[in-house]
């Protein structure tokens, strides 16, 4: 019966499995929304209209140029199809970058890859460009006519 009461040194404590369970539940959750490269996959809403869409990638733009530098690199945007997808291309491609989608660049160029996502909230949308070293963020009221921003930028730098 005492060895019933007993632990071996050997064995962990309900508390412990409990602990390292959750701790690896919580590690594993983070990889659910990662891509391989560790970017979130592209999104944004179909219902921005084509001056809103311009208006945000020209301003998210900008901001991400002066964090890693104009026109420097080749960017791998991650495209959703939708139209701030193609106005962020062409933001991009005006600060002059080159943007490719999948295709392979030479050996010796810079490759940044990049991803977006924009999310209605609070009769606003907030709008990200993510990329492996550096996020940019920032919330804008959307009209039909235009964006404009309606937050101080939000900038995170990773390692």
Known sequence: ????????????????????????????????SMG?????????????????????????????AEQIGQGKATVVLKQDGSAFGQALEAALKG??????????????????PLAYVIVPYDGQVLARLSTSSVEVGRAYTVTTAGATPTSALSLMRRG
């Open 95 to 112: 600060w002059g970058y080159a943007v490719v989608a999948d295709q392979k660049t030479d050996g010796g160029a810079a490759v940044i």
């Open 36 to 64: 391989t490269d560790g970017l979130a996959a592209s999104a944004a809403p179909p219902e921005i209209s084509g001056p809103a869409a311009g208006a945000i990638a020209g301003d998210m733009v900008s901001r991400l």
């Open 1 to 32: 019966m005492l060895n019933l009461l007993r632990r071996s040194a050997n064995s962990l404590g309900p508390f412990r499995c409990l602990a390292i369970a959750s701790g690896l539940a919580m590690l594993l959750s983070g990889c659910q």
